[in-house]
Each structure stands twice: as C-alpha cells, then as structure tokens.
C-alpha cells in the first residue's frame, strides 16, 4: 500500500515548502501531494489556500502577487512559498509527485497548461488532480497519457450511478476517508486504484484486505 505525503511530511514542517517534500522524501514516502496556483506573472506555485493570510499572515490572493513578491512572504520557520520547478529539482522521481490543481476560473487553462508543459517529459512519475471535472477534463484533452486522480468529498458522487462510467478516463479515485464504508460497500477497491485523504487514525484493515491501493497523511511516519 502506498504511503503519499499530504502537502509534504506537514505533520511536524511547514506545509507545502520544501522543507516539507525533502522530510517526506528523507522518511521515504512513496509518493507527495501538492497544490498548484498561479502567480500574477504565471509561474506555477505551490500553495493550498486561496489567501495567503493563514499561511503568510499577508491578506491577499497568491494570483495576485508576482513571483518575486511571493518569495518575500514567510510560508512557516523562515521557508519560502516554492515553484513546482523547485520541487521537479528536489524530486528528480525519488518519488510519485500528484500535483492538485487549484481551481479558479479565470486561471484554471493557463495553469493546465503551462503545468503539462513543465511535466510533459515526467509522466512516468508525475501526476494530476482535482476536484472540478472541468480541470480533469480539460487535462485530458491537453495529453490522453498523464494519469488523473478524481477527488472526491461527497456521498453523492460515489452514489451516482453513472459514476465509473463518467470517469472512466481517470486512473485514481481520491477519496475523503470519512466515505470509506461506501467505497468498501460498493467493491471500488477491487475494481479501481483508490487513495483515502486525510488519513490520521482511521482502522482501515478492512480496507487494507480489500485492496486499498494507498493512503495520504500529513504524517509520513505512521
């Protein structure tokens, strides 16, 4: 089963730095989830929350600000907000990368896009998720090849039953742990790669026995 770093090893470092993605990778993770956003000068960031208050302490929007702004702010202990070209550096394929894009409707194809490009040559090692099926879909279309992992919070999606048939295209059901007894009851395990997020302390043998295929933690160690 494998074990992915949930915006790096964030249970003890400063969530999505590379202090984070290098513990992960040094506590030997099988894979680390990030978030990608754009900056005002579109470089691709890593970044989860739509305001940079609750990380950096500065009220305003990461799409606002220029890279080099960006770099200014504290991301936690003196760490900076990275670029995903930071993270293919420190990465090199030590370890799978799925990178979640951040819907904004306005950015959403110019992030699609640039990301693909700076991946294109990693597809071995590197992939996509996202909540919106616009993002998922669009992705698709960009490449057929890059594998694309559905993020699922809501009873609803799992319960449609047009749902295996809606994204056949994907590779890997992200799936809130909360939902675990509807993915077991429904057989997803036998049938799809599945990941649970976020996992802490949750039983999961059952799962495990059914053929989970990996988990995201914010601790990498357990």
């Not at 306005?106 to 090692?125: A, F, G, V």
Request: proline share 3%.
């Amino acid at each position: 089963m494998k074990r992915i770093a949930h915006r790096g090893f964030s249970a003890e470092y400063p969530e999505n730095t590379l202090l984070a993605f290098k513990k992960a990778l040094e506590a030997g993770a099988d894979g680390i989830e990030t978030d990608l956003r754009l900056s005002h000068d579109e470089e691709v960031i890593l970044f989860h929350d739509d305001d940079l208050k609750r990380i950096t302490g500065y009220d305003g929007r990461p799409e606002a600000l220029p890279l080099s702004a960006l770099k200014k702010l504290d991301a936690g202990d003196g760490e900076s907000i990275p670029t995903l070209d930071e993270l293919l550096q420190l990465t090199q394929g030590r370890a799978t990368l799925i990178l979640e894009i951040k819907y904004n409707p306005s950015t959403y194809k110019r992030l699609c896009e640039i990301t693909l490009k700076r991946i294109e040559n990693k597809l071995d090692w590197i992939e996509v998720s996202c909540f919106e099926d616009k993002v998922l879909n669009y992705m698709h279309q960009l490449n057929p090849h890059l594998k694309l992992h559905k993020l699922i919070d809501k009873a609803s999606t799992l319960e449609d039953k047009d749902f295996e048939t809606l994204y056949a295209y994907v590779s890997y059901f992200d799936v809130d742990v909360n939902l675990r007894d509807i993915v077991l009851a429904q057989g997803l395990l036998q049938r799809h790669k599945v990941i649970f997020w976020t996992v802490e302390k949750e039983d999961l043998s059952r799962e495990k026995e059914a053929g989970l295929y990996g988990i995201m933690k914010n601790d990498i160690r357990f």
